[in-house]
């Protein structure tokens, strides 16, 4: 189980970051991700990184966004730099393998972009 925090209202080319911490025995040995959902939409990966700190990002955060990873703290973090209105979503993290099970996820944590 995770439990998101850092969310909140920030304005367009503002940053931002979220936290979520996991409760597993196992959170080092998985590919972490965060995800992020809007009313009616799947939800979206918009990160990733392996244990080996390998990351990923879809092009519509590249460069923006840097997920990292503090396996003795069990905790996944994700800085979000020049923040646009269609970033404005619920945030999760999970664990990639995980993220089919419904059970594994969290609340999420709101992050909204506006003026």
């Known amino acids: 189980r995770f439990v998101e925090s850092g969310g909140g209202l920030v304005q367009p080319g503002g940053s931002l970051t979220v936290s979520c911490v996991s409760s597993?025995?196992?959170?080092?040995?998985?590919?972490m991700g965060w995800y992020r959902q809007v009313p009616w939409q799947r939800r979206e990966l918009v990160a990733e990184?392996?244990?080996?700190?390998?990351?990923k990002y879809p092009d519509s955060v590249q460069g923006r966004f840097t997920i990292s990873r503090d396996d003795a703290e069990r905790t996944l973090r994700l800085q979000m730099n020049d923040l646009k209105p269609e970033d404005t979503a619920v945030y999760y993290c999970?664990?990639?393998?995980?993220?089919?099970?419904?059970?594994?996820w969290g609340q999420g944590t709101q992050v909204t972009v506006s003026s």
């Open positions: 999970n664990a990639i393998l995980a993220a089919g099970d419904p059970a594994t």
């Open positions: 597993g025995d196992l959170f080092s040995v998985f590919d």
């Open positions: 990184i392996a244990p080996d700190r390998t990351t």
